[in-house]
């Protein structure tokens, strides 16, 4: 692109003297000035040489003598003036010997009056107005310059290097170069497509006088591209030979944006109308108008012929029958002065068909010519498809009343309406050859539908718009149907008129009805669903207290003494009613997530006798309690089932015969084929059920009269056998009991029969396997280490709970922290082989805690386990997804939080 000229840097200035530094005598300040290389000169107040050190004689190439004018310096004696008006920067024409050259010329006032210049060589301009000062024509050129954001720029052919202003910097987008930059680095920025373009029209400006005007893209240091013009002429010395070319250049990528888009947007609205048949036409007063393709083909009008005038137009192609009309309708709005206009017409084409067409036109009323312009639209294709339409709804309508649907019809002119028997049927009256009347119709309608009804259809009437409804209509008999209602108007040469249709929609708004019942059902149920959740964590937390220290209790020695053996009796009483009330809050929670669909089911083949072998010892001392034998029948095959889910079921069983039994007697599990499915039978010989226990067996929270303290009383909750059921019938299975009252009872679990049953012999087959421990926890079973546990939780009873219980395992080191922020720094310090992470802390929750120690590269393979009173399943789920390594539920059952300990550690290292 384009350049200007080298402006030298100034002087830097010297540091200024400070009140303490001793004052320069004359003698010294001359000799600074004498060997300075700036051309300087002291001009006293009459205008006259006072002193010139040499770096000035130098550059004027002339012996400079005190007392000579300073006008007898300048070509031009206004520029004497101009400099001695102290202007900060101007440009005087001095004399070098007899020739003349330009110098860039400062000049400053001095305290005791006269002024000091200082000079410096600067290029000649091209041209300089003979009756202006020349400081006057270049702050005219300065001011232009920058309010135009012109560049500025020369090209030195000698040396091939361009120097620009500070505009055509701001083009380049670099920073400003003070000796230029070579032609070849000026290229670069130059569009690889332009640059042949560029380097022509230098070649050009080279061969031909004038300017030279070029435009081209240049590259900017972001990558984007800036469409610049340039104008370039040949500077030549005094001989006429070549020396540079000046030129100016200006960013015209705005509007070059500008004119692409409306090329575009000319270039996309001339295709549009093409494509959809669209004429367009264009006309000025005095000049000829325009005619688009499909405005030419419309009319058959030839590639070549001129448009008509408006009135050649009105003779030649509009319907005899509308000209006149037309005439008149647009002289008329011509008169109004309106902007626009619209009109239907139809036009005749040579070979005598007709088409119709709808036409939009404006005025532009501007301050010279007004312009008229306008689209055409052909409609005849649209006329014949409505009316093929309308032909189609008169055989749909005609069909639709074998289907059940009844059709009207009113004439909007006349008020005339006709009605098939159909819409007497559906409003449950005879049918008769007239349409009810308005009073009778609205008698039919259901009256809180009639208000509605009747303005809204009245409103679509009015207006023309298509119409749809429905609404309750109330037969003779007082049943009440829902009717579905649809009609369209339509216009024709006989007028207007609309048809509708009526059909009876009562069995669709009944379902959803039901569907509507059945999601606030849904949402009470999920409601239920959170409020069992939040009570089971606030009940869970208590018991945690009540049942760990009960335990603790337990486990202290009595040492045989009475007191103590009491004692002890009481706090096993604690204990059982806790379990007693964990039960019934787990029962309620199985129950509400099978309720809600919330719980998850992952069936798979489930071998019966590995199944049977892991639930029996859930019995615990049950058995030996109520003194109830247990009889193993043959248990072959698998099942199609979730194996937790159905061993929970199984357990519900075993534990109802032994409960309801009587001493001695027996309960016998079995399983049997039975087609394709495998029934799992537990009977027992106990006290069986009469007919009316039978009917509420499966109610939830009914003890079938076996509450309270009576001789018949068992202790339980009553919502057992509702879970069995819904987990059976989750799994896709069913529950079948047969009883009678004082000989026992039969429960049968009825499920698909399993196609491949899995290898027996070990508990893989119906359990997930177990995550494998990380190094450092698998290989510690065999080492003497102490290791370091992290409990995170903010209850000081629970944190009591598990020290107490840890001082059984001397080998571990506890640490707690009070919430989660205190807990992430102390695993960072500790860096801890465990930690147990409650998952309600009152800072963050405990899957924050969790990311925020995963960030942490020596916490990354740290086990986390959840230790938490959220005990809903999908609680657990979202735990294990995020990445804890297990989720243990509060409260803790001492015997098994120890086993897992002593799974993840080994055994305490007094017993290793």
């Known amino acids: ?97 007899t020739a003349g050259r330009w110098l860039d010329a400062r000049s400053r006032p001095l305290p005791a009056g006269g002024w000091v210049l200082a000079l410096q060589p600067a290029h000649a301009p091209t041209e300089v107005a003979g009756d202006s000062p020349l400081a006057e024509a270049q702050s005219a050129l300065a001011l232009a310059v920058d309010l135009g954001n012109i560049a500025i720029w020369r090209h030195d052919l000698a040396t091939q290097r361009m120097h620009y202003n500070a505009q055509a910097y701001r083009v380049l987008d670099i920073p400003p170069r003070p000796e230029g930059l070579s032609i070849d680095e000026v290229r670069h920025f130059i569009h690889p497509d332009d640059l042949p373009g560029v380097v022509a029209s230098a070649e050009r400006a080279l061969r031909q006088p004038g300017p030279t005007d070029m435009q081209a893209r240049y590259r900017r240091a972001d990558g984007s591209w800036r469409q610049v013009m340039t104008r370039r002429v040949l500077q030549r010395d005094a001989d006429g030979h070549p020396q540079a070319f000046i030129g100016v250049a200006m960013d015209v990528t705005a509007q070059h944006e500008e004119q692409r888009q409306a090329a575009e947007t000319k270039r996309r609205f001339v295709q549009a109308t093409e494509a959809a048949g669209i004429g367009y036409w264009v006309a000025e007063r005095g000049g000829k108008p325009t005619w688009n393709a499909p405005m030419r083909q419309m009319f058959d009008l030839s590639k070549g012929e001129p448009p008509p005038t408006l009135q050649a137009w009105l003779d030649r192609c509009v319907h005899p029958e509308d000209r006149a009309h037309v005439q008149r309708n647009f002289e008329a709005w011509l008169r109004s002065r309106h902007p626009s206009h619209d009109l239907t017409l139809r036009a005749m084409r040579p070979d005598g068909s007709v088409r119709h067409l709808s036409t939009h036109t404006r005025i532009e009323r501007g301050p010279d010519n007004p312009v008229m312009f306008g689209i055409v639209i052909d409609l005849t294709e649209r006329r014949s498809a409505e009316q093929a339409l309308r032909a189609a709804e008169e055989s749909v309508a005609l069909a639709a009343r074998g289907a059940g649907l009844g059709a009207w019809q009113l004439d909007l002119q006349t008020g005339a309406a006709t009605w098939d028997s159909q819409m007497w049927r559906l409003r449950g009256r005879a049918p008769e050859s007239r349409a009810m009347s308005e009073a009778e119709r609205a008698a039919c309608v259901h009256p809180e539908d009639w208000v509605w009804l009747s303005p809204q259809m009245s409103a679509a009437f009015r207006s023309g718009a298509p119409f749809e409804s429905e609404f309750r209509v109330v037969w003779p008999d007082g049943q009440v149907r829902w009717l579905a209602s649809r009609s369209v108007e339509i216009r024709d040469e006989g007028g207007r008129r609309r048809i509708g249709v009526n059909w009876d929609v009562t069995d669709k708004r009944n379902a959803e009805e039901a569907r509507r019942e059945r999601e606030i059902a849904l949402g009470q149920s999920r409601a239920k669903s959170r409020f069992l959740a939040r009570m089971s964590h606030e009940l869970r937390t208590p018991l945690n207290a009540v049942l760990g220290f009960a335990q603790l209790l337990l486990t202290e020695p009595d040492g045989g003494e009475p007191a103590a053996l009491a004692r002890r009796g009481r706090v096993e009483h604690i204990r059982s009613a806790g379990q007693h009330l964990l039960a019934l809050i787990n029962d309620v929670l199985d129950l509400s997530s099978l309720e809600s669909g919330e719980l998850r089911i992952a069936l798979q083949p489930v071998a019966l006798a590995p199944l049977v072998a892991q639930t029996l010892p859930m019995l615990g001392d049950l058995r030996e309690r109520h003194g109830v034998q247990l009889q193993l029948g043959a248990l072959e095959g698998c099942v199609l ?128 396997p177990p995550t494998p421990l990380p190094p450092a926890l698998a290989d510690r079973g065999s080492r003497v280490v102490r290791a370091t546990l992290l409990y995170i939780e903010d209850n000081p009873v629970n944190a009591l709970i598990i020290r107490e219980l840890l001082q059984r395992r001397p080998d571990l080191q506890l640490h707690v922290a009070e919430d989660g922020a205190r807990g992430v720094l102390m695993a960072q310090a500790l860096e801890p082989d465990l930690v147990l992470l409650d998952m309600q802390l009152p800072d963050m929750d405990g899957f924050e805690v969790l990311r925020r120690l995963r960030m942490h590269s020596a916490l990354a393979q740290v086990p986390v386990i959840a230790l938490s009173a959220n005990a809903m399943p999908e609680d657990i789920e979202r735990a294990l997804a995020a990445g804890m390594s297990d989720y243990w539920t509060k409260p803790l059952d001492f015997t098994a939080f120890l086993a897992s300990l002593e799974a993840l550690f080994g055994p305490p290292a007094a017993a290793a």
């Open 1 to 97: 692109m384009p350049p200007q000229h080298d402006t030298p840097a100034a002087t830097p200035p010297a540091p200024p003297l400070t009140a303490g530094d001793p004052a320069p005598t004359a003698d010294a300040a001359w000799a600074l000035l004498d060997e300075a290389p700036t051309a300087l000169l002291h001009i006293c107040a009459a205008g006259r040489l006072q002193y010139a050190n040499p770096a000035a004689c130098t550059l004027l190439d002339t012996d400079l003598r005190p007392g000579l004018p300073l006008a007898a310096l300048c070509l031009d004696p206004r520029d004497a003036e101009v400099l001695m008006a102290a202007k900060p920067v101007q440009r005087a024409l001095a004399r070098q010997g």
């Open 641 to 768: 089932a979730d194996a937790t889910r159905l061993r929970q079921a199984l357990l519900n069983l075993l534990t109802n015969a032994v409960k309801y039994n009587r001493p001695g007697g027996t309960v016998r599990i079995e399983a049997l084929a039975q087609g394709r499915q495998r029934v799992l039978r537990v009977s027992d010989n106990g006290r069986g059920m009469d007919a009316e226990q039978m009917r509420h067996l499966f109610e939830p929270f009914n003890r079938l009269g076996r509450h309270g303290d009576g001789p018949d009383a068992v202790e339980g909750s009553g919502i057992g056998l509702a879970i069995v059921k819904a987990l059976l019938e989750r799994m896709g299975g069913r529950v079948q009991v047969e009883s009678e009252a004082g000989v026992g009872s039969v429960f049968e679990l009825h499920l698909a029969d399993g196609e491949q049953a899995p290898a027996p012999g070990g508990a893989a087959e119906n359990e997930v």
